[in-house]
Each structure stands twice: as C-alpha cells, then as structure tokens.
C-alpha cells in the first residue's frame, strides 16, 4: 500500500519597497507559466511602500 501524496502549501514571502509591481509579475510566473498555485502571500515593507502597494495594487485605477 502506497502512502497518498502529501499536500503542500505554497506561501510567497516578498520584500517590497516602491514597486509593488515585482509582486504581481512573480505572482504570475509561479501561477501562470510554473503552474505553482500560490496559497498565501505576506509582503514586507516599509510604511512608504505600503502605502505605494495599497495604492497600486488595491485601489481601481481610472
């Protein structure tokens, strides 16, 4: 009898500073052309590049 396959969880740990577009386009090399499915992600910054992150990522652009 064989042991089933253990689950993994992928967790993406990113530095930021003021191009949160690094983020992104990892995201999209480990999902898209990897074919890695990310679970979770934690990006460290500083309270500048949190607040650049928040703005580009989070709010809608125009």
Do not use: W
């Amino acid at each position: 009898m064989s042991k089933p396959a253990p689950e993994y969880r992928h967790l993406l740990v990113a530095l930021l500073g003021r191009t949160p577009q690094v983020l992104t386009e990892t995201l999209y090399t480990l999902c898209v052309q990897k074919g890695i499915p990310i679970s979770e992600v934690s990006a460290i910054s500083t309270q500048e590049g949190r607040e650049v992150a928040l703005d580009i990522l989070l709010e809608p652009q125009d």
